[in-house]
């Protein structure tokens, strides 16, 4: 059967403005960013940020939350990268994997309605880390959350990236980079 002409066109059309779309502002403008340094001497890490993004140290719950810039002024919610630090009981000896089911438990606990997506083990400068997708509704707004945990000795480390659901993938390239320059430092 042979395609008509003007629906090959259109075919074509949606395929190219697909792949356009695919590939992200963010991503693209990423590869030039210029990215600084944040050191927390008390709590023991270094972390990279985008020079554009802001950095707020006040916030209960977390040691530094960065940011980013609104996209437009129709921007209903800015991304955000929060780091935490704290103490564990006893060092963390066990194979991260031992902890997952905890750590879910946890979340779900202090957060009711959070869905869990999708949980991954990954390497963050030479440690073992847990990364975990999340989704949530959060003042109407629907939310995905990247977290990631990094354990090292008796010292615990949560990163979290968080953006309207459905963006992650948007923000990947940035949030790939910040969260692997994360630095436990001595």
């Known amino acids: ?28 403008l990423d590869e030039t960013t210029e990215f600084m340094k944040y050191e ?37 919610y800015t991304e955000n990268i929060t780091v935490k630090a704290f103490a564990l009981p006893e060092e963390a000896i066990s194979p ?14 202090q957060t009711p309605g959070i869905e869990v997506l999708n949980t991954s083990n990954i390497t963050i400068n030479e440690l073992p880390a847990l990364q975990i997708l999340l989704r949530e509704k959060r003042d109407n707004v629907d939310l995905s959350h990247q977290m990631t945990v990094v354990f090292k000795g008796n010292m615990g480390y949560v990163l979290g990236f968080t953006c309207l659901d459905g963006e992650l993938d948007k923000y990947s390239s940035t949030t790939d980079k910040i969260i692997n320059s994360f630095n436990i430092i001595n």
């Open 1 to 28: 059967m042979r395609v008509p002409r003007h629906l090959r066109i259109l075919i074509q059309i949606i395929f190219v403005v697909t792949l356009m779309s695919g590939c992200s502002q963010t991503n693209k």
């Open 40 to 76: 927390d001497k008390i709590n023991k890490f270094t972390i990279s940020y985008p020079k554009d993004w802001t950095v707020d140290t006040t916030q209960k719950n977390v040691n530094v939350l960065f940011n980013s810039p609104k996209e437009s002024e129709q921007d209903v």
């Open 96 to 109: 991260m994997e031992n902890y997952k089911d905890g750590m879910i438990e946890t979340i779900k606990k």
